[in-house]
Structure formats: structure tokens, C-alpha cells
């Protein structure tokens, strides 16, 4: 069983967002980044089948060399080998072209990603991967059981989840529900200097063009200070809510 | 070139979000001086209302093979009905069906795919709109020179615009592919009368300040009484006190809904991520010194056990009175 991860490197979730002073770039001073958290139950969830069945998994990422703090901690927790693809992640659509093209001639069984990044939030990568390798995409995947090639899978749909079968090989876009938070791996001592020694190998990008371009950021705008309303007097706030607000 | 909006349905019935999309491809349309063509699939409800927000052609798919969502089906639906009307532009709602069919439908079109966008676009050439970003921190303002676009917007962010189109209905025959069956449904479990959350315009939702499971009865009470759909933070999410599908926050669910009421939630900025793109923000929470209360619009400092309840008697009266 081969199995492909593919790792975001992310602002950590607690971070402030910046930008430059003329908003056209992110600012990256100050910020910890980390595997993109919805990654994080794929990398896990692959480290059970692992386990259970046993898989190689590799770990891939389309990043400059600052990100290979990240990939290394994919390999500490306990991927076997990791893959940088060297570019500057432009936008969704030329990272999973860029992906695709690495992939494509590596028969991966399964491929896991997250469902999004949150940084951008695109949820463009996983699907547009899927569709240039040819394989069945399940999106907001938070279930997975193998039974040899047959798959049983559950995903998030409005309000509920939906049970799926299929056969593999397929790319499963992932999120908590994968595995459980309390499951998820993180790397131990052990793990750490193992990981000095696991192959990181860089690959020279395909040559993929970005489709879109970011112009400029924005930040929303500061609220209005709270209007504070006495626990006593909770009539006010459904008035508030009514005459002010508007909204019942 | 004209612009495709499929128009999602669950159980037969349009999503509010898909008159949204078809009032948001109008509004394209009349800029660009092109048609709006609306696809339907296994949809039952009478169509022809598509017109009243725009569409002046609408095609309907009923087809035994798409009764049920399938992701690569229907973005396999989406495409022949794209190459068959010279279509350059189609619009997706950005709910978890749409979400699992764009990626599909740009990849095999070759287009730019832009998600989550909250406003039309600030300029058409080049195609210029803003998107939300780093989980509703911020947004970005994304430019693409694709002639083919794939565009997702997100619930409850543009509104609905009425108009009165005459609409010109005809069927679409969809010609199953094998590839349409690589993935079957085998089951579905969905809470029944819930309202979506991403939909929702209006959300209750309750944090740990709540101490338990067995203490939402009050928290339903109240989303029932307003329509409301319910939430809840992600500690109570992992503890099992709630379902993940109702964890709203970064790594959560993202929401914006006309009003959102956190009940003993604390406000930490994974939270406010998920949630700060709520028009109103109403804070119950008995630490005056919680987060929260700085990106909310209305506060009350109070035990959630009292206020809670007189805050369902409240509503009771004011709906008794109006």
C-alpha cells in the first residue's frame, strides 16, 4: 500500500493575520507555522492503516525550503519519506497541477489531503487532483475503512453524513472525524531524530502557471464597541434585537 | 458567452442558497450583457421560479442515475451542459455538495476556480472579486485572466435579488459515464427538520460555559423559537457533548449568519474565526472579561442558567406581540 499525504504549511490557529503596509502580501514576521490542522488527521489516519496493514507513506508539499520545518514534522510523527516540490505556492489550481504532475507516474493507492488550507481556504487542491489523476474524490472525508482494495467511507454532507463505498486507489480530502482530536499523532523524541534521517528529497516544479493572482488583502473593519445590556433586563436585548438590529 | 449557475436542491426542493447563486450570475449577466441558463438536477419544485431571480433559461436534468448527490455525476452533468450552451462562467453555490463538484468541473474545463466569494466582482477585465480568507481574518481580492471560470460563492453573503425574467424551461438528457460509478451511496443519516448551518440566518450556539450534554434542551428551545439553527465550540465538539458537524470555528464550520448567540463561549480567536463574518453577534457569558465581548455587538454578563430561559420568555412575548 502506498499512500500519498499532502502537507499545507500553515499559520498556526491562534496566529494574527498581518499584512504588508500596502496589503498586497502576507506577513509572514512573528507567525509559527504548522501542518495545516485538517492534514494532521489525514497524517494520522494514514499512520493507522500503516499500522493495521501496513504502507509506505509519503509526504509531499509544494513550498520554498522555509517549509521544510513542516515536512520534517510530518516524518517525525511518522511518514517515511518526504517530497518538496520547489515553488511558491501561487494559488490552488497550479499546486495541484504541480502535485499531479509529481503523482502521476507514482501509482499512490490512496491520497489524502485536508479539506482545505486555513490559510486561503481555497478547497481547490484536493478535487483538481483528483480529477488530473483520475481518481474518485471524497470531499470533508470523516471516515475511512479498508478492507483490501474496497473502501468504506463517510463524509460530511448538510446537516449529516453520507456512507459511501468505492475501490481504491481514490484521494479522501479529510477533517476531525478522520480521527479523533485526542488521536492525533504528535512527534515524539524518538520520532524527531529518526526523522533527521528519513530521505526529504526536493524536486524541480513542473512548469505550471498560476490562474488567478492575488491584487490585495483587506481586514474587516473594527466593530463598534458592545452594547452591554443588564442580565436583568433581557426584554431589552429582544427589543434591541427587533428595533436596531432588525433581524427578528 | 453565457453563464451557467447550477441551482443545488435537497430532497426535490431549491436551497435559499441556489437563489442566491442565480441572483448573483444575474447580476454578472447584466454586466457582461449575456444570459444567465440555470441547470437543475432531480429537482421537483417548479422550476420556472428561477426566472424570478434572473434566469432566462433552465435546464432540467431527471435522470434516474442522478436521484441521489454523486459528486462526479453531476459535475460530469455541469460540464456537458456548459459545452453544449457556450458557456464560459459558472457559478456554484459554496455549500459541502458544491464544494465537492467545482474542483471537478475546473479542473476538467480547464478554468480558473475562485471559492468563497462574497461580493460580484469589482472589475470584469480583468475578472477581479473578493474572496474570504485565512478563515474570515481577512479577505483577499483575487484577479484572473481565464477565459473559462469557475466561481463558488458563499451562503448567506449576497442576498437574494428578484427579477422578473420570462425563463424558457426545456429538459437536459445526461448520458451516464462509468466513471460515475467509481463512489456509491450507500447510506445517508441526517438529522431531520434541522436547518443547514452554513445556510442558517439565524445560529444558537453554546460553549463549555454550558457544563454538559444534558443541559441544550434550553439551547434548542431557543433556536426553535427563533428558527434558528444550533452550534457549538470546538471544545464541546471534542468532548462529545455535540456533533462535529455543529463545530463552528477555523477548523470548524465557517458561518455568517443575520444573527449569531454564543451561550458560554469565551470567544478565543479560533473561534471568532468562524464566526465574525455574523452580521450581529450576541455574547451571554458570566466572565466580563471574555473575548468575545469585543466582537460582539450585544452582551449580557450572566449565568447562561438564567439568562437563557428569560431570554426564551422574551422572545415568547415579543413574538405574542408581533
Given at each position: 500500500?502506498k499512500i500519498l499525504?499532502?502537507?499545507s504549511?500553515v ?6 493575520i498581518?499584512?504588508?503596509s ?11 507555522f504548522?501542518?495545516?490542522p485538517y ?5 494520522t489516519?494514514?499512520m493507522?492503516i500503516?499500522?493495521?496493514?501496513g504502507?509506505?507513506i509519503t ?7 522555509s ?8 516524518l517525525?510523527i511518522g511518514a ?7 515553488a511558491?505556492?501561487?494559488d ?13 507516474d507514482?501509482?499512490?493507492d490512496?491520497i ?5 488550507s486555513?490559510d486561503?481556504n481555497?478547497g481547490i487542491v ?8 483520475d ?6 472525508c470523516?471516515g475511512l475503512?479498508l478492507d483490501g482494495?474496497n473502501?468504506k467511507?463517510?463524509?460530511?454532507i448538510d446537516?449529516?453524513?453520507e456512507?459511501?463505498?468505492?475501490v481504491l486507489?481514490l484521494l479522501?480530502a479529510?477533517?476531525k ?5 485526542k488521536?492525533?499523532?504528535i512527534?515524539?523524541?524518538r520520532?524527531i531524530?529518526?526523522a533527521?534521517?528519513k530521505?526529504?528529497?526536493?524536486i ?18 473594527a ?5 452591554m ?6 426584554d431589552?436585548l429582544v427589543?434591541?434585537l427587533?428595533s436596531?438590529a432588525?433581524?427578528i | 458567452m453565457?453563464i ?13 442558497a441556489?437563489f442566491e447563486a ?7 449577466a447584466n454586466?457582461?450583457n449575456?444570459?444567465?441558463?440555470a441547470?437543475?438536477?432531480?429537482a421537483?419544485?417548479d422550476?420556472?421560479?428561477?426566472g424570478?431571480?434572473?434566469?432566462s433559461k433552465?435546464?432540467s436534468?431527471?435522470n434516474e442515475?442522478l436521484t441521489?448527490f454523486n459528486n462526479?455525476?453531476y ?12 458557456v464560459?462562467?459558472i ?12 474542483p471537478i468541473?475546473a479542473a ?7 471559492t468563497?466569494?462574497i461580493?460580484?466582482?469589482?472589475s470584469?477585465?480583468?475578472f477581479?472579486v473578493k474572496?474570504k480568507a485565512f ?6 481580492n483575487?484577479t484572473t485572466?481565464?477565459?473559462?471560470k ?13 427579477s422578473?425574467?420570462t425563463?424558457?424551461?426545456e429538459?437536459f438528457?445526461y448520458?451516464?459515464t ?7 451511496s450507500?447510506?445517508e ?13 439565524f445560529v444558537v450556539?453554546?460553549?463549555r460555559g454550558?457544563?454538559g450534554a444534558e443541559?441544550?434542551g434550553m439551547i434548542?428551545e431557543l433556536a426553535?423559537?427563533?428558527g434558528?439553527?444550533t ?12 456533533p462535529?458537524s455543529?463545530h463552528?470555528?477555523q ?5 455568517n449568519?443575520e444573527l449569531?448567540?454564543?451561550?458560554g ?11 465574525n463574518?455574523s ?11 471574555a473575548?468575545?465581548f469585543?466582537?460582539a455587538?450585544?452582551?449580557i454578563?450572566g449565568?447562561?442558567f438564567?439568562v437563557v430561559?428569560?431570554?426564551i420568555e422574551?422572545v415568547k412575548?415579543h413574538?405574542?406581540?408581533?
Open positions: 500500500m499525504v499532502c502537507i504549511h499559520p498556526d490557529t491562534t496566529s494574527k498581518n499584512f504588508s500596502n496589503l498586497t502580501e502576507f506577513d509572514g514576521n512573528g507567525i509559527t504548522v501542518i495545516n492534514d494532521e488527521f489525514g497524517l489516519r494514514a493507522k500503516k499500522e493495521a496493514i504502507a509506505t509526504v509531499v508539499n509544494v513550498g520554498p525550503a517549509t521544510e520545518p513542516t515536512l520534517r514534522k510530518a517525525a517515511d519519506d518526504a517530497v518538496r516540490i520547489d511558491d505556492a501561487l490552488g489550481v497550479s499546486v495541484a497541477k504541480l502535485i499531479a504532475d509529481f503523482a502521476k507514482q501509482n499512490y490512496l489524502i489531503t485536508g479539506r482545505e486555513i486561503y481555497g484536493p478535487g483538481m487532483l483528483a480529477t488530473y489523476l481518481l474518485p474524490f471524497v470531499n470533508a470523516i475503512e482494495e473502501a467511507i463517510t463524509r460530511e446537516g449529516g453524513k456512507n459511501l463505498e468505492g486507489p479522501i479529510g477533517q472525524g478522520l480521527v479523533e482530536e488521536e492525533l499523532r512527534p515524539a523524541m520520532g531524530m529518526m533527521r534521517k530521505p526529504l528529497k526536493v524541480a516544479p513542473s512548469n505550471e502557471a498560476a490562474s488567478s493572482t492575488i491584487l490585495n488583502f483587506e481586514l474587516p473593519e466593530k463598534a464597541a458592545c452594547k445590556i443588564d442580565a436583568g433586563n433581557v431589552q427589543e434591541l427587533h436596531q432588525k433581524v | 453565457a451557467l449557475v447550477y441551482t443545488e436542491s435537497w430532497n426535490g426542493s431549491f436551497k435559499k441556489s442565480v441572483s448573483y450570475a444575474s447580476q454578472l454586466k457582461l449575456t444570459e444567465v441558463i441547470l437543475t438536477i432531480s421537483k419544485d422550476a420556472s421560479q428561477l424570478n431571480y434572473g434566469a433552465i435546464l436534468i431527471t442515475t441521489s462526479q455525476a459535475a460530469n452533468a455541469i460540464i456537458n451542459a456548459a459545452d453544449a450552451n457556450e464560459d462562467t457559478v456554484i453555490s459554496n455549500t459541502n455538495n458544491g464544494k465537492s463538484i467545482a468541473v476538467k474545463r480547464n478554468a480558473s476556480l475562485i468563497n466569494v461580493e460580484v466582482p469589482s470584469f477585465n480583468p477581479t474572496r478563515s474570515s481574518k481577512a479577505f483577499a483575487y485572466n481565464s477565459a473559462q469557475v466561481i463558488t460563492i458563499t451562503p448567506n453573503a449576497l442576498g437574494i435579488l428578484e422578473n425574467t425563463a424558457h424551461s429538459a438528457e448520458i451516464a462509468s466513471s460515475d460509478q467509481r463512489l456509491k450507500v447510506s443519516e441526517k438529522a431531520t427538520g434541522k436547518i443547514s448551518l452554513t445556510e442558517a440566518e450556539s453554546a460553549g454550558l457544563k443541559n441544550w434548542e426553535d423559537l427563533l434558528a439553527a452550534a457549538c465550540s470546538k471544545p464541546v465538539s471534542d468532548i462529545g457533548w455535540r462535529h455543529e463552528v470555528g477548523t470548524g464550520i465557517a458561518i449568519p449569531y448567540i454564543a451561550v463561549i469565551s470567544g478565543a480567536i479560533q473561534h471568532l474565526a468562524g464566526v463574518a452580521k450581529n453577534i450576541v455574547v451571554i457569558n458570566t466572565d466580563p472579561e473575548p468575545f469585543k466582537a455587538d450585544y452582551g454578563v449565568d447562561a438564567e430561559p428569560k431570554l422574551a412575548k413574538k405574542a406581540n408581533n
